[in-house]
């Protein structure tokens, strides 16, 4: 340390204002020597840390910097302005959550941060989650009214949605209070286009004039502008504003002004003079540097581009298009010259493949060698039509492709525009990004495919809009989208196999069908089912009879959601081989997602037929079997696979779920112990040990497992979603603990019954939720704070306050160890039900019953897959309800209307459905109405926790074996979590109907009671 810096200075305030006057000023080095002054004397210096942390990521030395900014939060935990360049610091160095955390943490200590709510947002937007991301922006919006930051982004993200009636909702929304906002008129303009609300469009795309990415400024001509009256025996002056593509293509509306007036100026640039002259020899044109407007030039001005204000108000007024722009004939002969053709060679194909010199040119453009499948279609000569140098690019496609592309160095498309025109004039197609090469193509009516972005105003011009193939401005052109923002790979595909058929169909002898399942193979092997599904889709419609080809369409179109279209691919390839096993098992996989179990297992028996020990179909069907309630034969299935596949982990898994769902549970854990120990599929394995242990009753070793799960890619939340250490098995005394919810409602209310001891046990407890239970946790958890489990976190879940995290396995593990640990003298309901509403609904429901006793039922589920095991049958449920004294009211959520209507049928005056109670809207009216109950027959679901919390005499009809889930245990008459349930099993054939009957004699005891 230098000698100076040694001595104590006399006011380390004035020196922390110089270092940080330095540091505003860029003098790095004067501001590190007066921060490093101030650490020697008070290490413990928030601000002084905060502000070198920041200097040191400033210049390249991150990994010192960002962990003295975080000791700089740590001293002082409210302390917004350095959490966002925390937040400013991990987002650079691409820990997009970490960031989030850091500006969420900002925003809630500052609400009127505004850049803190942005960055969040675009930190959730690039994890993929742009839900989250526009309801930070919303949260953000609220507390910060007039941030047109924030209201720009959010139409931004709701562009990339492609929900554009929201993002003309947000722009509105965001003129109310920024009137001003010249890029909040722009996102309201695109809305309007996208929708096809044209006049409101152009009046709002006027604006356009104010926003900073614009560089034309409108001319002060002395003329009145044109508003769209008649020009008969008027002259008008036309000037263009934008460049030569815009140009081209707002010029289609050119000759009817030509047409309709007495006399057209048209003003615009040197380069695009004798283009317009001569496109247009009915109008005057003239070079704008070399004119000059007076008052007597003409009666009336407009821009080009305004002239679709009184031309374009709807689609109908769109003329049928036709090519408008005539390229020079010398210009266009001299440069046939340049292509000659090999035999090989039938189609001259230019392409161009990037923009320059425009905000929008990254969005724009893709790299040459991502055009890789379209650049390798047999039967092409490729011709540059790209300005700019793009020599390396061109060289590496040679020299690592082997792709030859002709270019034209004498030809220079910016200074020669006429002479680029010709070139594109001899092109027998173009394909082309959107950059100025599309509109000269399709101006001249040359065949031309656009590869054009997703997002209007990211890449996307308004004037292409949006969910179109064609173009109403060009008849020749074809617009091949992206999908999703930033993806070519789809309209890349497309282009490829367009070009495919194309090529063959021009006479060159190339075998395209065998070419675009080359294509479609290539793309199957990177794991692009969907791109792979587009070639495959080509070669079959091109006549390809392929087995291959129809398997490859098969799986894009599941991939892709299309099942009713992978049934009808699959279909089609059993007439070309009836007796393909890959193909019965592709059909029965198609029929399970679409729900049609009986026709999938028949493919798969007809498969197991004709190979009996193919390892695919053997595990297909026990599923099948075991989803259709043959628990037993599928078992015996699996078994079958595993002998012949000893060393398969997915077999593996299998053999230990049929295991443990009946009910040999030893044999179950050998089988994921071997998994554990073969670090394979750790994370399935061990959250299925955990449940396995879990039912039997070994809670110290089933807890720290089931952790697992929340390492499982389905997981909705993780230790890692809070900025908390997790909990490591001390002693929680004196400690704040967070805990959180990770399932659905039914988990949620399991860990209210342990919420109270971990209340008195710990200093304090704060505990998120879903939205729907905050009101009735808040009412039943008075010694816990409550706040709803979301993201943007609250400001609940972000307190410096708290000490620790722990997940509903952490609480358990420590308040549940052994089944007698939930035995707690004096346990109280865990919830309680508004009572008001309680005694209304229950005064509601007696009134005009023949029976007081009031019987909750709940029957159905719909949970994929086994759900049906979960469920009692229709049959069953009337039989129930008509050999049962007492009123039944529904408490199923999201009834079906012939469950509804046979159950009323069977009931009759004992029988109520209250439609005003609806579980997935108002869970705490829902509560009250389970709580008005005076008992419960329920399904395992969210009822049977709701009624088990509050105290309710409950019937729970659980799965004796597939569907039952851990926390009901195994062999349990009695519900640990709650005393007031009586846990009811199927029989060994899932059926119900010796535990209704004994339910219904339990209530009968009670109603006499009564």
């Given amino acids: 340390m230098d000698a100076k810096l040694v001595n104590p200075p006399t006011n380390l305030e004035a020196v922390f204002k110089q270092a940080a006057s330095h540091h505003g000023a860029g003098r790095y080095g004067e501001a590190e020597q007066g921060y490093r002054q101030i650490l020697v004397h008070d290490p413990n210096n928030a601000e002084a840390l905060h502000l070198f942390g920041v200097l040191l990521c400033q210049s390249g030395n991150s990994p010192a910097g960002i962990p003295m900014i975080q000791n700089a939060i740590e001293i002082k935990p409210k302390f917004p302005e350095a959490l966002f360049n925390l937040g400013l ?44 991301a526009l309801s930070a922006l919303e949260e953000g919006i609220v507390a910060n009214p007039k941030s047109e930051t924030l209201y720009d982004y959010a ?62 400024i409108a001319p002060s001509y002395p003329i009145p502008q044109w508003q769209g009256d008649s020009l008969k ?92 722009i005539k390229p020079d004939p010398k210009s266009v002969e001299a440069a046939a010259q340049h292509y000659s053709r090999t035999d090989n060679e039938g189609l001259l194909v230019g392409i161009s493949w990037r923009s320059f010199n425009v905000i929008t040119a990254d969005e724009k453009s893709l790299p040459l060698s991502k055009w890789r499948p379209i650049l390798t ?80 105003g990211e890449g996307l011009r308004w004037s292409w809009f949006t969910d179109r193939r064609d173009s109403p401005w060009y008849k020749s052109l074809t617009l091949y989208r992206q999908r ?55 070669a079959i419609k091109n006549g390809l009879e392929s087995v291959e080809a129809h398997r490859l369409s098969m799986r894009g179109h599941i991939h892709t959601g299309g099942l009713s279209k992978a049934s009808e691919v699959i279909d089609n390839a059993l007439k070309l081989e009836n007796n393909s096993v890959d193909l019965l098992v592709d059909r029965a996989s198609a029929h399970k997602k679409s729900g049609r179990l009986d ?139 967070l805990t959180w919810t990770e399932q659905g409602i039914g988990e949620e209310i399991l860990l209210t019954t342990m919420l109270g001891e971990l209340a008195n046990t710990a200093r304090a407890v704060t505990v998120l939720c879903s939205k729907r239970m905050v009101p009735v946790f808040k009412r039943s958890l008075k010694s816990a704070r409550v706040a709803e489990r979301k993201m943007p976190l609250p400001t609940e879940a972000i307190d410096p306050d708290i000490d620790i995290q722990m997940s509903i396995g952490d609480v358990g593990q420590l308040l549940r160890p052994t089944l007698d640990s939930f035995k707690k003298p004096g346990n109280r309901p865990a919830l309680k039900a508004a009572i008001q509403t309680t005694k209304k609904l229950a ?13 909750g039922f709940s029957w159905h589920s719909t949970a994929p897959e086994l759900g049906a095991f979960k469920s009692l049958d229709l049959v069953a449920a009337q039989k129930l309800i008509e050999s049962t004294d007492g009123t039944f009211v529904s408490l199923q959520y999201a009834p079906q209307p012939e469950h509804l209507s046979a159950l009323s049928e069977s009931g009759g005056e004992n029988w109520i459905y209250d439609r005003s109670v609806d579980p997935l809207i108002d869970m705490d009216l829902a509560t009250a109405q389970v709580a008005a109950m005076n008992y419960v027959v329920t399904i395992s679901n969210t009822t049977a926790h ?26 349990q008459k009695t519900c640990p979590w709650y005393p007031s349930v009586q846990v009811y099993e199927s029989d060994k054939d899932g059926k119900w109907g010796e535990a209704l009957a004994d339910i219904s004699k339990h209530i009968q005891t009670l109603a006499d009671a009564v």
């Avoid at 990339?160 to 920024?178: E, V």
């Avoid at 609300?197 to 709002?204: D, R, Y």
């Avoid at 910016?414 to 004039?425: F, I, K, P, S, Y």
């Avoid at 078992?635 to 230990?656: C, F, Q, V, W, Y």
Wanted: charged share 20%; with cysteine.
């Fill in 89 to 132: 610091t991990l987002q650079q160095a691409g820990e997009a959550y970490k960031a989030s955390l850091a500006y969420t943490c900002a925003a809630r200590l500052e609400p009127s941060r505004d850049l803190a709510w942005h960055n969040m947002s675009q930190c959730f937007a690039l994890l993929g989650d742009s839900d989250i």
């Fill in 155 to 216: 139409c931004q993200l709701l562009k990339r949605n492609n929900n554009m009636t929201a993002c003309l909702d947000m722009a509105s929304r965001g003129i109310k209070h920024l009137p001003n906002s010249a890029r909040l008129w722009i996102h309201r303009s695109h809305a309007y286009f996208a929708l096809g609300q044209l006049e409101a469009a152009w009046s709002a795309f006027t604006w356009r004039y104010r926003t900073l990415e614009n560089p034309n």
């Fill in 233 to 324: 025996e008027k002259s008008i002056l036309i000037w263009t504003e934008q460049g030569p593509g815009e140009t081209f293509l707002f010029s289609t509306m050119l000759g009817e002004i030509i047409d309709a007036s007495k006399k057209c100026i048209v003003i615009t640039t040197e380069r695009l003079q004798p283009i317009l002259a001569r496109s247009f020899p009915k109008a005057e044109v003239v070079d704008g540097t070399k004119y000059e407007v007076t008052p007597e030039t003409a009666d009336l001005q407009s821009s080009l581009v305004d002239l679709g204000q009184a031309l374009r108000k709807s689609w109908d007024d769109f003329p049928t298009p036709a090519p408008h």
């Fill in 377 to 456: 279609v047999p039967g092409i000569k490729f011709v540059s039509l790209q300005y700019g140098d793009v020599s390396s690019e061109i060289e590496h496609a040679q020299q690592n492709a082997g792709i030859k592309i002709q270019t034209e160095p004498n030809i220079d498309p910016v200074n020669d525009l006429d002479g680029h025109l010709a070139q594109v004039a001899n092109m027998d197609l173009v394909i082309t990004t959107s950059n100025t090469t599309a509109h000269e193509a399709a101006a001249q009516g040359v065949p031309t495919w656009v590869l054009t972005p997703h997002t209007i």
């Fill in 484 to 538: 999703h923002h930033g993806d070519w790979r789809l309209p890349i595909a497309e282009i490829a196999a367009d070009l495919t058929v194309m090529s063959e169909k021009r006479g060159t002898q190339i075998d395209g069908s065998n070419h675009l399942l080359k294509l479609a193979l290539a793309y199957d092997h990177a794991k692009q089912a969907d791109a792979a599904m587009v070639a495959a889709d080509a």
């Fill in 599 to 737: 026709e999938a297992i028949k493919d798969l028996e007809h498969a197991l037929r004709i190979d009996p020990n193919k390892i695919r179909t053997l595990n297909n069907l026990a599923h099948a079997r075991r989803a259709k309630g043959q628990l037993e034969a599928g078992t015996e299935l699996i078994r079958k696979a595993h002998e012949a596949a000893p060393e398969n982990t997915d077999i593996k898994l299998s053999m230990g779920t049929f295991l443990s769902e009946l009910g040999q549970i030893k044999e179950a854990k050998s089988v994921y112990d071997e998994l554990l120990n073969s670090n394979e599929h750790v994370v399935e394995a061990a959250s299925a040990l955990a449940i396995c242990m879990l039912l039997e009753g070994n809670f110290e070793d089933g807890w720290p497992l089931l952790k697992y799960r929340l390492r499982r890619p389905s997981a909705n939340i993780t230790y890692a979603h809070f900025p908390f250490p997790q909990w490591d098995g001390a002693d929680i005394s004196g400690q704040h603990v």
């Fill in 843 to 855: 005064k509601k429901y007696r009134r005009p019953a023949p029976n007081p006793f009031l019987i």
């Fill in 946 to 971: 709701i009624a088990g919390a509050l105290g309710i005499p409950t019937a729970l009809l659980v799965p004796r074996q597939t569907a039952r889930l851990w926390y009901w245990f195994k062999d």
